[in-house]
């Protein structure tokens, strides 16, 4: 199935802990986005890399590290955990073609984190 | 105030109503998109648009450039339409989106 598929679906570690969440479309688009949907269902964007280089990094704690090993993989990686940092993390990507055209969105199913 | 605002918050409708939500931005942007996030938490994209008007199936989105406004409609309502909807721009210049607070609809049978 083409797709953007995120793991784990769920997410629940005690505060201080480390956690990764990943991401890999094969849609052969060449960007990828990391969302953060909080409990009021508000979503806000995070990172965004374009062929494994950083192109929006929003105001985000130094605790989120993004890391794209190839332009089909994005994962995101938080240190030390807080409880504010429970959300629903949205993975998203696209194909951003010559000229800065972009073709539409596809998501992930999301990954629900829980820090207690 | 949010670059990007939607109305109605909630919408509660009988089956087969016509259904319109509204999406209201104030920057500049190259598209908007409706998306559509159903109970279980997935997002789909629901539309693109830059310009006019798109439909598929029951599903129409419009937008108006000058007065920075878009609509999505849906004709012949059902419960399993129930989701939120969400508007979201994609800013003018910038690979993001920036999105509304959504409109949860319920459709009753």
């Known amino acids: 199935d083409t797709a953007v598929s995120q793991t784990p679906k769920y997410l629940v570690t005690q505060m201080g802990n480390d956690k990764s969440i990943k991401c890999e479309q094969n849609l052969g688009h060449d960007t990828m986005y990391w969302y953060k949907q909080d409990s009021k269902k508000f979503l806000k964007i995070m990172f965004s890399y374009n062929n494994k280089e950083l192109i929006i990094n929003e105001t985000v704690p130094n605790r989120f590290s993004p890391k794209s090993p190839d332009k089909a993989h994005l994962n995101l990686h938080i240190n030390s955990l807080e409880l504010g940092d429970s959300a629903v993390y949205f993975c998203?990507?696209?194909?951003?073609?010559?000229?800065?055209?972009?073709?539409?969105?596809?998501f992930g199913s999301g990954t629900r984190l829980t820090v207690v | 105030k949010n670059e990007v605002e939607q109305s109605p918050q909630n919408l509660t409708a009988q089956e087969g109503e016509f259904i319109t939500i509204n999406c209201s931005y104030s920057?500049?942007?190259?598209?908007l998109h409706w998306l559509q996030q159903h109970p279980g938490g997935g997002i789909v994209s629901l539309f693109m648009?830059?310009?006019g008007k798109k439909k598929h199936g029951r599903l129409i989105a419009t937008i108006n450039i000058q007065e920075k406004h878009s609509s999505l409609h849906i004709t012949a309502s059902h419960p399993r339409d129930s989701a939120v909807y969400i508007c979201?721009?994609?800013?003018?210049?910038?690979?993001?989106?920036?999105f509304g607070q959504g409109t949860r609809l319920t459709i009753n049978p």
């Open positions: 648009l830059s310009s």
């Open positions: 920057v500049g942007i190259s598209a």
């Open positions: 998203a990507s696209s194909l951003l073609g010559g000229g800065g055209l972009n073709y539409g969105y596809t």
């Open positions: 979201a721009a994609r800013i003018q210049g910038a690979q993001k989106l920036v």
